[in-house]
């Protein structure tokens, strides 16, 4: 007999009474093993409540990702990713062919490509990065391979002054047109 | 030919306890660290001290005492595992294979591939010694057009003549005169250099400098 077949003859469930307020409160009580459990074990799995976008790892994509949002790649990417002031995390399984640009950018997987992460780039141990690195800070793990340049660059320091000086009126600053582009205007006597 | 004491030798952050002068600590039976001053490394950096900006390319590796060492003096750090490199094309258990042409040219693009003139300095460590004649011959061919002139190159030399094994170390920087040998495992160097044919080898350089060391190491800074 087929699987099936032997799922047709279960026992339908009984029907369910009518819903009535419970006297006392009943405690609820989880079950002692979730229903999913699959193993799922990454060092840092995606959090949908930080406000975090992942890339699953049967996932492979061709092109340019731009994120407003901290991401996490477990998959496959050839291009670019950039992300404006957030973090990307490429997860033990992903690889990626481009270049990458974020804020914090931490590797546990593949990266071919350079790397520009205007605060913090961390290498965890089994890494593989190759291409040149741009950041403020490194670290890097034992175990870790790394092939390319190093360029640290530190921060500019805040400006004490929110205001900038008063330019001199003989070299106005550059004036925005209608399109947002600065264009100089030219003073003649 | 090559033995690793255990695979997974660099695996975990490695724990370096600070040790006298060539003392020896094995740590969870996976790691030998040694500390030991280096003459040839402060004479290397009083060369670039003082300037910001410069290039210098680091063959042991990628570590954080290297990168941060090199990052806080102001210049760039060119990271490359040479002795990885070296495996990954010739394989770890034959050395003759260092005399096929064909690897011999896919190794220097894979490893060498920089442009002429580009950096200020090298630290080569003590890998040219695991290198073949012919290959040795196209490294030092390479590095001589990738250092500009003036440029430095720090290398260290096995001493013992009778030596068939020499400790294979990843070498880390601590402070400008100091430092920290992780040992990897032992490898066969493929030459043993004295005095005389360290200066036959680097004849093609401006200077060549050695410093005496109590160990079976010899320190040499060459300017090109």
């Keep these: 007999m087929s699987i099936f077949n032997k799922r047709q003859e279960e026992v339908p469930p009984a029907p369910r009474p009518a819903a009535t307020p ?20 990454t060092p840092e799995p995606p959090d949908s409540t930080r406000g975090q976008a992942s890339i699953g790892k049967a996932v492979k994509i061709n092109g340019q990702i731009y ?49 520009d992460a205007s605060d913090k780039l961390e290498i965890r141990k089994d ?33 004490s002054s929110p205001s900038a000086p008063p330019r001199p009126q003989s070299a106005p600053a550059p004036a925005a047109n209608a399109q947002g582009v600065a264009v100089a205007a030219e003073v003649k006597r | 030919m090559l033995r690793r004491p255990g695979a997974s030798l660099s695996s975990g952050p490695s724990v370096v306890v600070p040790v006298n002068h060539s003392s020896v600590a094995t740590l969870f039976d996976r790691e030998v660290v040694t ?35 090199i990052t806080n003096l102001g210049h760039r750090l060119y990271s490359e ?4 490199s070296l495996d990954d094309v010739f394989g770890d258990e034959d050395p003759n294979d260092q005399t096929n042409q064909g690897l011999i040219d896919q190794f220097l693009r894979q490893m060498l591939n920089f442009e002429k003139d580009q950096f200020d300095g090298v630290l080569v460590w003590d890998v040219l010694q695991y290198l073949t004649p012919p290959l040795l011959t196209a490294t030092l061919e390479k590095l001589s057009t990738i250092v500009r002139p003036q ?74």
């Design chain 2, 151 to 224: 440029g430095y190159l720090l290398a260290y030399f096995h001493a013992d003549e009778k030596a068939r094994q020499v400790p294979f170390y990843s070498f880390r920087i601590k402070d400008q005169q100091t430092l920290v040998l992780a040992q990897r495992g032992t490898r066969q160097p493929a030459q043993i250099f004295n005095n005389r044919s360290l200066e036959k080898l680097f004849q093609k350089f401006e200077s060549v400098k050695f410093f005496l060391t109590r160990e079976q190491l010899r320190e040499v800074i060459v300017r090109r």
């Design chain 2, 81 to 84: 595992d040479f002795v990885r």
């Design chain 2, 35 to 69: 500390s030991r001053q280096s003459r040839g490394l402060e004479q290397f950096f009083a060369y670039v001290r003082g300037q910001v900006g410069l290039s210098i390319l680091d063959f042991a590796g990628a570590s954080q005492e290297n990168i941060n060492f």
């Design chain 1, 67 to 115: 994120s407003k949002e901290d991401l996490y790649v477990d998959g496959d990417v050839e291009g670019t990713i950039e992300l404006q002031d957030h973090r990307l995390t490429i997860g033990p399984n992903g690889k990626v062919h481009s270049s990458v640009k974020a804020r914090e950018v931490v590797v546990l997987g593949n990266i071919q490509g350079n790397v």
């Design chain 1, 127 to 159: 890494a593989r990065l190759v291409g040149d690195i741009k950041t403020a800070r490194i670290i890097i793990e034992d175990g870790a391979y790394f092939k390319g340049s190093i360029d640290i660059v530190k921060p500019e320091p805040a400006r």
């Design chain 1, 22 to 41: 419970p006297s006392n409160p009943i405690e609820v009580k989880k079950e002692a093993t979730p229903l999913s459990s699959t193993p799922f074990k």
